[in-house]
Each structure stands twice: as C-alpha cells, then as structure tokens.
C-alpha cells in the first residue's frame, strides 16, 4: 500500500512539473486576453434597464453619417464577398441594409436608391445589429426595442452633449405621446390606447441638423386589446 502512494504521489509530482514547463516555454501573448481593438471606446452612462445601443443603418465607419464614403465601404465589402472586413469599417452590422442577415449585392442596390436624389441620407434609420461585428465606438443613443402591452418605451442618449433640452422626439407614425425624462437624458414614448399592435415611427432631431429615425414593435396581448 506504501510503495503504491509512493508511485501515485511521483506522478502527480511528475505531471505538476510539466504543466509548468508548459507554463514557462508558452508565448507570453498567449496567457493573456488580447486588449480591445479599439481602446478609445466610448465611455457610456450606466444603461437603464432594458434598454439597448443602437446603430446607424448604413453607416458603416461609424461618424454619425450616411454618405458616399459608407457607399464605397459597402461596396468593397460585396466585391470581397464576405473574405474579410475593409479597412475602414468599424461597423459591419450597419452594412446588412436589407436586414436578411447577409450583405451582398442587394444590399448595394437598395443604399444606392437611398442616394438617388443626393449624396447623404438626410434622415438614417437607429436599428439594432448583433451580428457581424460593430465596435460601437461612437453608439450614441439606445432605447428599448419593443413595447409590450403598450408600455412606454424609454430613449436615452449615451452621448452627454445631447439631452432633452436640445433635442427633440417627435411622432411620425402611429399614435403616441412624448415625454421628456426627468433626468433630461432622453424621451419616454407611450402609445395610445387605440395602437393595438403594429409599429411607432419618431423623427429623433439632434443638434447640428442630424436626424434619424426610430421604428419599435407594439406587442399587445389579446386580452388587452
């Protein structure tokens, strides 16, 4: 029983010598994560509950913006069929226009009639992407993504120079009310009694004449129709 101990504790004493030989000769880079690839990302505000960042539509390098410049990272990312990401593109979830989860030549076509009456899309839609990637370096605003039951839906800036006294929420489509928060830091959207399902649509005016648009979901349950 002795000499049996004897050869189970070598072994042991044995294997723990190798882990750390294995230790030692490793890469350094490889006990370690890899830092972010983008290490001036914005510091947001603590988030409130149920609320997610939104992006841009499109808008590909991620400067507030839908112009030409996100229409040629488009394009170099349909002629590489998906081999890799241009440089330059920081946002590759903005480039899935069509929303059917692939970008392709479809996805072209469509940012193409967006620019058939100028160069810069005057009013982008704030979608949300999980997938491919986006660095939402510079996410500016996030908002719930659904009401449930007509419950309100809150929009909150994440950028600290826009607030409710400089911007402005209005309602294009559907019917609903618009309400400052208190804190200033965003809108609560509450839908009226007679939107019995269907979607909102809000014109978000932010300053220096950017505007974007804003569609969620109303799920309402038969019950409280």
Known sequence: MIALRSIALGRRRSLAVVAALVLMLAPKNALRAEAPSDSGQQQWPELKLGLTPLQVLGDLNEDGRVDQKDRQLLAQMVASHNQGIPAGVTCA????????RRVDQSDLDEMDRWFAHGNIVDAPALV???????SMSHAFIAAQLKSIDREPVSIQFLDHQF???NSTVAVIYGTATVNPETDGTGF??????????GTITVAINLPGKRKYLYT??????????
Request: hydrophobic fraction near 30%; aromatic fraction near 2%.
């Open 216 to 225: 969620f979901p109303i799920s309402v349950n038969s019950q409280t129709r």
């Open 188 to 197: 609560v959207i509450t839908p009226a009694v007679s939107q019995k399902g």
């Open 93 to 100: 979830a903005a480039a899935d226009i069509n929303s059917d």
């Open 163 to 165: 607030n409710s006294r």
């Open 128 to 134: 949300h992407r999980s997938t491919p990637a986006c």
